[in-house]
């Protein structure tokens, strides 16, 4: 896989199949990325599972916080990296050790590691990185045009609000 450049239809397919999401790195202020990214994709549908050792057994946007990937106790089909490029190995050897193994690793904006993903693509993980999904999710949905952005979609198709204000199932877009 080419990680300087994903083609839509890859991050579509991966945001399309995955619903149980471990965030590593989650934060409990508002202020940071990662509480807005949690926020969001809570909100899309996604079942967001925070991962932060300093806030284990409490509660984040309603989501019970765990100190590990080894302490989920469901099956998680995607690990998202918030941390830093360095942290992002020994996550993908945490995330490697789970059973059943995650489906995609996913590593945020400005957080790549290209050894770990050569590790977890071995094992036919899908890897993206420096990348985020709220973007991703926004850009191909056509949310993000609503804030003036440009999404790099080009479609004739009206948009279908989910009743919340957002396009839920836009996806499906080619």
């Given at each position: 896989?080419?990680?300087?450049?994903?083609?839509?239809?890859?991050?579509?397919?991966?945001?399309?199949?995955?619903?149980?999401?471990?965030?590593?790195?989650?934060?409990?202020?508002?202020?940071?990325?990662?509480?807005?990214?949690?926020?969001?994709?809570?909100?899309?549908?996604?079942?967001?599972?925070?991962?932060?050792?300093?806030?284990?057994?409490?509660?984040?946007?309603?989501?019970?916080?765990?100190?590990?990937?080894?302490?989920?106790?469901?099956p998680i089909d995607m690990v998202e990296v918030f941390r830093n490029s360095e942290a992002a190995g020994p996550i993908t050897d945490e995330a490697l050790a789970l059973?059943?193994?995650?489906?995609?690793?996913?590593?945020?904006?400005?957080?790549?590691?290209?050894?770990?993903?050569?590790?977890?693509?071995?094992?036919?993980?899908?890897?993206?990185?420096?990348?985020?999904?709220?973007?991703?999710?926004?850009?191909?949905?056509?949310?993000?045009?609503?804030?003036?952005?440009?999404?790099?979609?080009?479609?004739?198709?009206?948009?279908?609000?989910?009743?919340?204000?957002?396009?839920?199932?836009?996806?499906?877009?080619?």
């Amino acid at each position: 896989m080419n990680h300087d450049n994903y083609p839509n239809d890859y991050i579509r397919g991966i945001l399309n199949s995955v619903k149980t999401i471990a965030l590593v790195g989650a934060s409990q202020n508002p202020a940071r990325p990662s509480w807005i990214v949690t926020k969001y994709l809570l909100e899309r549908g996604y079942d967001v599972i925070p991962i932060n050792p300093g806030l284990a057994g409490t509660e984040l946007l309603g989501k019970t916080v765990y100190a590990s990937l080894k302490d989920v106790p469901v099956p998680i089909d995607m690990v998202e990296v918030f941390r830093n490029s360095e942290a992002a190995g020994p996550i993908t050897d945490e995330a490697l050790a789970l059973d059943p193994l995650p489906k995609v690793l996913w590593m945020q904006l400005s957080v790549r590691n290209d050894d770990a993903a050569a590790k977890a693509e071995a094992k036919g993980l899908k890897v993206v990185m420096d990348r985020c999904p709220k973007i991703e999710f926004g850009r191909l949905s056509g949310e993000i045009s609503w804030q003036g952005v440009n999404s790099r979609m080009i479609s004739a198709k009206k948009p279908v609000l989910s009743g919340k204000g957002f396009q839920k199932l836009s996806l499906n877009r080619p």
